[in-house]
């Protein structure tokens, strides 16, 4: 599913979505271990897409598409660092400037 956002999202005009999609997918890709962290990590990635989807939030979403990636970020690394004790790498969820 996550590997379908993210090829589609841009498709149908809501890249953010497959910002979140990418992203969410490397969380979910085989090989990946699963834990009560990562399942908050999961759910992180459906709050912040069900954002873009209620609210029709287009193109990279503005100032609101940043809040929401770096929303996402925050409970990426606050996830993560629960789960391994640090930060992961920086570079999950961000959009892609607009040009």
Not at 36 to 48: G, N, Y
Not at 51 to 56: A, C, E, F, T
């Amino acid at each position: 599913m996550a590997h379908e956002l993210r090829g589609q999202g841009g498709t149908f005009g809501y890249p953010l979505i497959s910002v979140f999609g990418k992203s969410l997918y490397g969380f979910t890709s085989p090989g990946a271990v699963y834990s009560d962290s990562h399942l908050e990590i999961v759910k992180a990635h459906i709050d912040s897409m069900r954002v873009v989807i209620n609210d029709r939030i287009e193109g990279d979403g503005g100032r609101l598409g940043l809040e929401l990636s770096k929303g996402l970020q925050v409970a990426i690394a606050k996830h993560t660092k629960v789960e391994s004790g640090k930060a992961p790498a920086k570079g999950s969820a961000k959009p892609t400037p607009k040009r």
